[in-house]
């Protein structure tokens, strides 16, 4: 075995790290591949992470759901408190699914694999992922507080020097609706994570765990280094921001001072709307911390494989007690409600002095489960996580139903008819529904669902039905959203959908950058022709007076 202690050159480096990305990646697809349910198999939400020996974040698959991997380091040092890696085993595997340690809501699961060298621990890989259920109520805003919500699991150990810690099973199996599902789910995420550890392994034949440490340091060390140099660029200065967004009932106001000084910011959320009792829009400090960091990284260092160092120069604040920093036992269930709007009111803030690194708002996403009975008498639950239009940027179009600040996949028509008695009618892209802007907002979609033979128990969690996704620069907002059941509005509570029926979802457009009016001719005329923008938009938004597509002149 090679024993490296030296500090690799910038080529030794990157071929370092590029493997250990592709370990990453191939955790991630064994994950995909083993998974038994929609929400982790076909949605994509999760993330697995490698992190070194002080359990510092090295390195993730490139899918990973990105504040996923925010989150997921200080939570494997929080379980560490409790299981101090000296007194761990190989074999052990720890679990948690407490929102005031992971990511924000019961349905998150974090589960961390130490990985051993010969002696010692050289690693962890740790996952998070979305489990289909964990008991409590089918609605999604209306708990009091998070014991209304499912089953909390403190630090655990799930493994026991490699066999499963029966009565914790027994627990899980005996308080969630699909336990085939969920149980399926969990040990695919520990079978990928030992297939990640074997794969380090043979890193370390060829490098030596010296040669994994000195790496670890580098790609942190110099990733720290390029974000400081990235917030130098940013004048001193404090930047406020401020969105509003649809909330429960009355709606959620989210403001942000940030403090960049030097080559460090702070992000503090004074002033954002108190945290709610009788809704479960509630976002805890983890998450709100991880959605200001992805949103800093993506507008300054893009490209940048994501890992620790890229952290250490933010710093995220907010009022406890706020709808941001939620206190125990606060409902938090649908915390996307909130933390999925952090980024906005970041890039309004910064768009003067970050042009070239900030997006309008994006549509993303809407949250969608059906449940119900196989002819067989055993359950099914499928989960699709549909996404509107991405807001545009300086210098491109926002892309049509991606999504963002997540990076889920829908769940494909075949897999919903095949699995749940469900029809998808249609999936279309909406018509002026990207926000008009020099840099046209991405276009939202129409979905279609009915039922086959028998009733299914739904549940729909739409956004930006009162609030559009905001444009940025002069650009305009994308288009709201809308929920209906054959033509009516719908109540955001768990429903039966009749063979008769047809539930009908709007979701949203991304926002506009830049005046609409200096939009480039031909780009209004190629929307118009492949019926992005209609006529009207074009002559009365867009200011063009361009040809009507063919179809529409013969007409």
Known sequence: MKQSKSIPDGVTLWIQWSRLISIMDEVDIALVRTSFSTIVGETRDFAVILLDKHARSIAQSQLSSPAFTCSLPSATRRLLQDFPPETLRRGDVLITNDPWICHGHLPDFYIIVPLFGDDEIIGYIATAAHISDIGGRLDEFDARDVFEEGLRIPPSKLYVEGKPNRQLFDILRANIRYPTQVLGDVDAIVGAAHLGGARLTEFIKDYGEAGLDAAAEEILKRSEAAMRSAIRAIPDGTYKGATDCDGYK???????????????????????????????????????????????????????????????????????????????????????????????????????????????????????????????????????????????????????????????????????????????????????????????????????????????RMTIRPDKIRFPAPGLSGGHPGAAGALTRDGEVMPLEPFELQPTQVVTLDLPGGGGFGDPRKRASAAVQGDLAEGKISLDAATNVYGHSPQPPMSAAAE
């Open 250 to 456: 009355i709606p959620t106001h989210i403001a942000v001072s940030i403090e960049v000084s030097g080559d460090t910011v702070v992000c503090d959320f004074a002033g954002s709307s108190l945290q709610r009792h009788d809704a479960s829009i509630n976002s805890v400090m983890n998450v709100t911390h991880a959605h200001s960091l992805y949103a800093f990284k993506c507008a300054l260092l893009p490209d940048i494989p994501n890992n620790e160092g890229l952290f250490r120069p933010i710093a995220t604040r907010a009022e406890a007690g706020s709808i941001l920093n939620a206190s125990f036992p606060a409902p938090v269930k649908a915390r996307s409600k909130t933390s999925y709007h952090i980024h906005n009111a970041i890039y309004g803030a910064l768009a003067e002095a970050l042009p070239h690194g900030v997006q309008a708002g994006s549509g993303s996403f809407w949250s969608v489960k059906c449940f119900g009975s196989n002819d067989d008498g055993s359950n099914f639950a499928m989960h699709v996580l549909p996404n509107g239009g991405r807001g545009a940027v300086n210098g491109a179009d926002g892309q049509p139903t991606i999504a963002f600040p997540g990076n889920g996949t829908i769940t494909p028509a075949e897999i919903i008819e095949n699995i749940a008695p469900i029809v998808v009618l249609e999936r279309s892209l909406r018509t002026d529904s990207g926000g008009p802007g020099e840099f046209r907002g991405g276009l939202g979609q129409t979905i279609r669902l009915t039922t086959l033979g028998r009733s299914v």
